[in-house]
């Protein structure tokens, strides 16, 4: 009974015997503390050592002394459950005088040691990690709140103070709804209610001054889901804010002036390109208005210190009724005649000179209201001065050029040869100036009485315009005459022409010609081509044909050229057609009237007399090209006389 007993006690229980200290009992779970494999009532076994400084040194004075010990936490190792940790004492038995034997109960606190190290070890883990976060807390860059459940401040660093401006101690148990307060009102609550906010942007209006923040939040969970409270980081963005309007702006102002630029590069081709003040100063006008955003824009010629407006888009009367709008430009106006300088009014007005090279002022450019309200920039006033210069520039070229077209056109019609009569023959001669062109071309026509007869039909080009072209022309038209009498043949007369132009014309001027010898006695024509398009014959109601025989270069081209000479025949009432190429180059966008339609049309075209079948030529090409011939053209019409025999 006592051995159940004593096997059921929670510890471990050795009788030792002082003779050798030998275990001379040990109960059940005291099977556990010893190694091996130990029996009950097994003698004669050494306990191991397990107390300093030796265990047999702590039995001898227990057993000496005849009182008892205790020690807690002794370590003893297990092959198989490895370290373990036990609270041993030891006590002496008998009643008095020597013990006969002494008593050690070891309890097993191997699990209370164990748990107590873990408890410390998380303690330690937890004091570390609240010193982490607190280091991260303070070291934050960015504004930190933490809130409980009710959206009540219970942690705030001192950046969140700075960010909104509060005082740090104002922080502590605020609201944080109200706190915030504006359009971030009920933002925290968002949080709260399990929402994560990104990026929410705040306008705290702090003594006058707008401060912009971007604000995050987020929940704070327990570990069963339920939200316990928020997380909210302020970040003051102003600088930010600030640094990306100035960038739009900057962007904004980089767009206008690439658009500005785009304007005025497309408005410079066209001023360049007009050919008549009218329409040119009608583009400057509209085309400014875009180039700098104008509403109105008026162009002022000058005559003696007078003002007259000859083009505007929007007339300056549409600010009649604003009696101080009129006053500022009549100011302005004359502000800019005095000073000859771009100037502003900075109430919507800006006027740019038009200066002569000699700085005579000739004009003034005024643009009045900015579309999208406000003054003109100095960007603008940049842009309009360079243009009214352009304009300036291209005003002076256009009446140097009109200067230049009328004395060219003088001499090329003075020089216009008086058409003699030749018998058995109609001749008709048209030439057309171009409608496009600022410049006289070089096209030029003459008939020559010949011996016998006959008569020489000439029609030619001389490369270039204006008056270098009008004077080579007449180089060229008297040099054809100066060989008239030499009895030649058109070839031979073509080659000596081009043997002794080139004293008269640089090597890179040229001329095309054809060259027609009409015998209407006997109805033949002799020809010679240099560089030009062969003369179209149309019979009597039959269709029109191009004369064959391959043209030479053109004049001047090559001092050694050799020119052929080519025949035909020309029936009764049959009709030939020389011409330059500014008839058959007429065009419509990219299309060419060409020769293919000039023969096409020439039956239906050249059955009037020859004056009505020039004319309808003319109108013909000068329709298909939309109504303007580009280029300067000479129609040259022969006709043989009716009833007139084959070698009569």
Request: net charge negative; aromatic share 6%.
């Amino acid at each position: 009974m006592a051995a159940t007993l004593l096997n059921q006690v929670p510890a471990a229980l050795l009788v030792l015997d002082p003779a050798d200290w030998s275990v001379s009992y040990a109960n059940e779970p005291a099977l556990d503390f010893l190694p091996g494999s130990l029996g009950l009532g097994s003698v004669a076994r050494s306990l191991p050592d397990l107390l300093q400084p030796s265990t047999a040194e702590v039995l001898e004075e227990v057993y000496r002394e005849g009182r008892g010990r205790s020690f807690d936490e002794v370590a003893r190792q297990l092959p198989s459950r490895g370290e373990t940790f036990w609270n041993l004492s030891l006590s002496p038995l008998g009643a008095e005088g020597p013990p006969q034997r002494v008593l050690l109960c070891a309890v097993d606190v191997t699990e209370q040691v164990r748990l107590r190290e873990g408890l410390r070890g998380s303690v330690a883990r937890e004091a570390e990690r609240t010193e982490e976060l607190a280091a991260i807390v303070a070291a934050f860059s960015d504004g930190l709140i933490l809130t409980d459940a009710q959206g009540i401040v219970f942690f705030a660093n001192n950046r969140a103070a700075e960010v909104l401006g509060v005082g740090r101690p104002d922080l502590d148990q605020a609201d944080a709804c109200a706190l915030l307060g504006g359009n971030g009102a009920g933002f925290p609550c968002e949080a709260l209610r399990g929402e994560e906010v990104r990026n929410h942007r705040l306008v705290l209006d702090r003594d006058g001054v707008p401060v912009h923040i971007a604000a995050h939040a987020s929940p704070i969970r327990e570990r069963d889901g339920s939200i316990v409270g928020a997380a909210l980081v302020v970040v003051d963005i102003t600088g930010w804010v600030q640094a990306q309007r100035k960038l739009e702006a900057a962007v904004a102002v980089e767009r206008r002036r690439s658009a500005q630029l785009r304007v005025f590069s497309q408005l410079m081709m066209s001023v360049n390109s007009e050919t008549e003040p009218g329409r040119l100063l009608d583009t400057v006008v509209h085309g400014s208005t875009r180039l700098a955003g104008a509403l109105s824009a008026s162009f002022y010629s000058v005559e003696r210190g007078h003002l007259r407006l000859d083009a505007h888009c929007v007339s300056p009367e549409a600010f009649s009724r604003d009696q101080a709008a009129r006053e500022r430009v009549r100011s302005l106006l004359g502000r800019v005649m005095r000073e000859r300088e771009t100037l502003r009014s900075g109430f919507g007005e800006l006027a740019a000179p038009i200066l002569e090279g000699n700085g005579d002022l000739t004009g003034i450019l005024l643009l009045t209201r900015r579309a999208e309200g406000g003054g003109f920039g100095a960007d603008d006033a940049v842009f309009v001065g360079n243009l009214a210069a352009h304009v300036s520039v291209a005003l002076q070229n256009l009446r140097r050029i009109e200067h230049e077209r009328e004395i060219a056109e003088y001499l090329q019609r003075a020089m216009l040869p008086d058409i003699a009569a030749i018998e058995g023959l109609e001749v008709h001669f048209s030439y057309r100036s171009a409608t496009e062109s600022t410049l006289v071309g070089g096209d030029f026509y003459d008939l020559i009485p010949l011996p016998r007869g006959r008569c020489a039909l000439i029609a030619g080009d001389v490369c270039g315009k204006g008056l270098s072209a009008a004077t080579q022309t007449a180089k060229a038209r008297y040099m054809f005459r100066a060989y008239a009498s030499f009895e030649l043949s058109p070839g031979q007369w073509l080659t000596l022409v081009n043997e002794n132009l080139g004293s008269s014309l640089a090597r890179d001027e040229f001329v095309t010609a054809v060259l027609v010898v009409v015998d209407a006695a006997v109805g033949t024509i002799t020809y010679s081509l240099a560089g030009h398009p062969p003369p179209l014959l149309m019979e009597a109601g039959g269709p029109a044909r191009f004369l064959g025989g391959q043209p030479g270069l053109p004049l001047n081209a090559l001092e050694e050229q050799r020119y052929a000479t080519h025949a035909d025949q020309l029936p009764p009432g049959a009709t030939l057609l020389l011409y330059t190429d500014g008839l058959f180059e007429a065009r419509a966008d990219t299309e060419l009237f060409g020769v293919e339609r000039l023969a096409r049309r020439a039956p239906a075209l050249l059955s009037g007399s020859l004056a009505q079948s020039a004319e309808a030529l003319l109108i013909e090409a000068a329709e298909f090209a939309g109504g303007r011939l580009r280029d300067d053209v000479v129609v040259a019409l022969c006709r043989r006389a009716q009833g007139v025999s084959q070698g009569s």
